[in-house]
């Protein structure tokens, strides 16, 4: 099981580097931190966990500038 820390939205601007899960049918992302090398396990454990009945999604990463 991958490890990794769900960020709230109002959090991001504190981290210097985190990840979004975008859905493709327009609901909320979930954005995260991890250490993890394979970001596509991690966000499939996220949405296992977290978004069950979820569709298509994409992994993006954001990094502070």
Do not use: C, W
């Not at 493709?24 to 979930?30: A, I, K, V």
């Amino acid at each position: 099981m991958p490890k990794y820390q769900l960020v709230e939205e109002a959090d991001i601007e504190h981290k210097n580097e985190y990840f979004e899960v975008r859905f493709t049918d327009r609901r909320p992302s979930l954005y995260f931190t991890t250490n993890e090398e394979n970001l596509e396990t991690t966000a499939d454990a996220i949405v296992g966990e977290h978004a069950t009945d979820a569709g298509e999604y994409h992994v993006i990463p954001h990094r502070k500038h």
